[in-house]
């Protein structure tokens, strides 16, 4: 038998006193703790700095649920195809195996990097066409 709740409001916030993002996200997290129990998402960053140290490239990403999530891979202009990314994704991958990740999941635009992906073994999986309008966002995963 279902309880009878009052009817709930539906506002778009900009601002509020509360964190719509954390409120948000805590009942998606304790419903997904329900069917697979805590979930510790651990943070999975590299730079790769010049000799002054400025940062030219990066990927930023996390392990959860046996898997590593790539969110951000970008290198500097002028470092671009002298392997930095290939690096920085194969250290990332080393990272996420040493983890007891299965595999990498990721995302990118077709004027990004979907070559680049595809030619170190990721599959293309998904992909959404005019997104943003004239691209096609893609998404990839490798397992190990």
Sequence with gaps: MSTVLPPLSLDEVSRTAENPFTAVNT???????EHVGPTKHVPLWLLARDADGKVQGGLLGQTYWSWCSVDVLAVAEPYRRQGIGSRLLAKAEEIARNRGCIGIRLDTISFQAPGFYSRHGYTEFGRIDDYPPGHTHHWFMKRF
């Design 27 to 33: 009942l998606l997290g304790d419903f997904n703790t």
